[in-house]
């Protein structure tokens, strides 16, 4: 089965640059989607088939992948964006695979 | 505008079983894949099933054999069986709706809780 690897916590100050990571194997070679949930709330799509943004999810979000990393960027980061991301994949073997979450903290 | 509105979620005891209920708006469930996703408490996502617009469906390992998804054309509603439920199935259920690898639309979620 095909398994997607977050780290668990990042941390980032207020205006500056957040990165996360998802690993998986050969992950470059599949769409990634990303994923924003906030507790209590429905997780909301912010980037899909890797650097796409929905309507109405801002341009400081943008995603990129390669070889066995995707990665969400989001940049001038704000107290609003503290929340748990989550990066899925659609494999043949496994079907809709997520993530196990990495939770941004804006400092 | 798309909405989907859980319901049926609650407490039930381990074997117990639970239906949980989608109505969904602004789209034709029918010509949809649709879904449930899942979150445990401390715990990430997971898609535990997929309905597709011709009626075959996906379980997750976890509940296969256990779990039965389905919907009512007529009321455009999606359902989620859930049978033999054991306290692991302690979740948030989340309806989404999937534009085939990914999943655009969710509802607001039903907890479901299983304990004795």
């Known amino acids: 089965s095909y398994e997607l690897t977050q780290s668990l916590s990042v941390s980032v100050a207020l205006g500056q640059t957040a990165r996360m990571t998802c690993g998986g194997n050969n992950i470059g070679s599949k769409n990634v989607h990303w994923y924003q949930h906030k507790p209590g709330q429905a997780p909301v799509l912010v980037i899909y088939?890797?650097?796409n943004r929905p309507s109405g999810i801002p341009d400081r979000f943008s995603g990129s992948h390669s070889g066995n990393t995707a990665t969400l960027t989001i940049s001038r980061a704000q107290a609003g964006d503290e929340a748990d991301y989550y990066c899925?994949?659609?494999?043949?073997?496994?079907?809709?695979?997520f993530g196990g979450g990495t939770k941004l903290t804006v400092l | 505008e798309v909405q989907l509105v859980e319901s049926g979620g609650g407490l039930v005891q381990p074997g117990g079983s639970l239906r949980l209920s989608c109505a969904a708006s602004?789209?034709?469930?029918?010509?949809?894949?649709m879904s449930w996703v899942r979150q445990a408490p401390g715990k990430g996502l997971e898609c535990v099933s997929v309905?597709?617009?011709?009626?075959?469906?996906y379980y997750a390992d976890s509940v296969k054999g256990r779990f039965t998804i389905s919907r009512d054309n007529s009321k455009n509603t999606l359902f989620l069986q859930m049978d033999g439920l054991r306290a692991d199935d302690t979740a948030v259920y989340y309806c989404?709706?999937?534009?085939?690898?990914?999943?655009?639309?969710w509802g607001q979620g039903t907890l479901v809780t299983v304990s004795s």
């Open positions: 989404a709706r999937p534009e085939y690898e990914y999943f655009v639309h």
């Open positions: 088939r890797d650097n």
């Open positions: 309905i597709y617009s011709g009626d075959s469906t």
């Open positions: 602004g789209f034709t469930v029918s010509s949809n894949y």
């Open positions: 899925q994949v659609w494999d043949s073997s496994t079907a809709w695979v």
